[in-house]
Structure formats: structure tokens, C-alpha cells
T-cell receptor, first 110, second 114 residues
Framework: QKEVEQDPGPLSVPEGAIVSLNCTYS??????FMWYRQYSRKGPELLMY????GNKEDGRFTAQVDKSSKYISLFIRDSQPSDSATYLC??????????FGSGTRLSIRP | DGGITQSPKYLFRKEGQNVTLSCEQN?????MYWYRQDPGQGLRLIYY???????QKGDIAEGYSVSREKKESFPLTVTSAQKNPTAFYLC?????????????FGSGTRLTVV
């Protein structure tokens, strides 16, 4: 079993829709969770991070962690074509390592 | 502007050749990392360094080598021993103090074997 699992998609939604991206993880000791956005042929950029359970909101983006079910989510409201990218979830494993999901490719149709 | 610079953007390697990918950061970050990204496999850790003149192997270090002679620089050499080097290579860095555990990534180098 992979330590972080993520549906690769692709996911295609119309502009203005609410997008839900999800990951599961296996180790209940994980405490720190991140979402990265990666545009084609670019490096990933840190979008949001959360510590332990709960929600964190930043503009149109909300990151949610449910530690009881080992489930992390990213919600995008009022999605825009510029949100089209690959989204990677990640967990902080140790000072030497962050474990990444394989990424979900998202396309927003105008 | 602070950031990580990777060069070249595209690199072509012939069979049996060693090639070196450059990674430079001016963020004053302590730790630096090299990841390999293949379609459908996510990012896999090749090598990392938390301090100058010290580095450790990641999950897929075979066929790669690194050096960390300066805090700002962490070059990666893809040797001829790496049998399947075609991939997108990403360099990242992180400050070891504070509560932000995330990495800053460079723009990547796409390596192709010809």
C-alpha cells in the first residue's frame, strides 16, 4: 500500500463549478499536510498547508483534513480556467522527506 | 527575486554519457532535495542534503550522484549507470526552522536519452 494515494484523474469540470480533490494516507502519525499546484512543464508550487485536523481557507481554496478517516481534501470554489493544473497532495514525513501523492490532473472548461 | 534556478530546462543525453543538472537557490534555505517525476508515479526522492558537505540517499539514488560544496548549490549528476534516466527532474529547498514544512521548487529539467 502506498503511503499517500491520490486519484490521477483526469477530472474535467465546467467553469464556476466546485471542485473536490482528495487523497488518503496510511500512517496515522502524519501531522502536517500540504497541497501543491503544478502547471504543465513547471515545478510544483505550495498552495496550502494544514496542521492536524480541521479546515483552512484561503480565498477560493479550502483544505480539509479528517484524521479519523485519514482523508485530506482540497475544495476549489468558483473554478476558473486558470485553475487547470495537476494538484499534488503531500504529507510531511520527517525533516528529510515529504511524501507526495501521484497528482490529479484537473481541467476547467470555459 | 528569491528562488531556485534549475538549468538547463531541456537536456539530451547519449547512451553511456554522464550529465550534470544544475540547481542554485538564493533563499538561504538549509536543505536541498532532488526529485524525479515520471507520469503516473508522482515525485520520488533521489538525494537530499540538510547541511553543506553532507548528503543522504533517497528512495531511488542508484545511478545518480550529488555534491553540496556550497549552501546555495546542489548539482545532480546522472551517470551512465542509470538505465532509464528519461524523466522530469525537480530540485527543491526548505528552511529547516519555523513551522512551514513545505518545499520551494525550481522549474525543472527535462532529461531525454537519445
Amino acid at each position: 500500500q502506498k503511503e499517500v494515494e491520490q486519484d490521477p484523474g483526469p477530472l474535467s469540470v465546467p467553469e464556476g463549478a466546485i471542485v473536490s480533490l482528495n487523497c488518503t494516507y496510511s500512517n496515522s502519525a502524519f501531522q502536517y499536510f500540504m497541497w501543491y499546484r503544478q502547471y504543465s512543464r513547471k515545478g510544483p508550487e505550495l498552495l496550502m498547508y494544514t496542521y492536524s485536523s480541521g479546515n483552512k481557507e484561503d480565498g477560493r481554496f479550502t483544505a480539509q483534513v479528517d484524521k479519523s478517516s485519514k482523508y485530506i481534501s482540497l475544495f476549489i470554489r468558483d473554478s476558473q480556467p486558470s485553475d487547470s493544473a495537476t494538484y499534488l497532495c503531500a504529507v510531511y514525513y520527517s525533516a528529510s522527506k515529504i511524501i507526495f501523492g501521484s497528482g490529479t490532473r484537473l481541467s476547467i472548461r470555459p | 527575486d528569491g528562488g531556485i534556478t534549475q538549468s538547463p530546462k531541456y537536456l539530451f543525453r547519449k547512451e553511456g554519457q554522464n550529465v550534470t543538472l544544475s540547481c542554485e537557490q538564493n533563499l538561504n534555505h538549509d536543505a536541498m532535495y532532488w526529485y524525479r517525476q515520471d507520469p503516473g508515479q508522482g515525485l520520488r526522492l533521489i538525494y537530499y542534503s540538510q547541511i553543506v558537505n553532507d548528503f543522504q540517499k533517497g528512495d531511488i539514488a542508484e545511478g545518480y550522484s550529488v555534491s553540496r560544496e556550497k549552501k546555495e548549490s546542489f548539482p545532480l549528476t546522472v551517470t551512465s549507470a542509470q538505465k532509464n534516466p528519461t524523466a522530469f527532474y525537480l530540485c527543491a529547498s526548505r528552511k529547516m526552522t519555523g513551522r512551514n514544512y513545505g518545499y520551494t521548487f525550481g522549474s525543472g529539467t527535462r532529461l531525454t536519452v537519445v
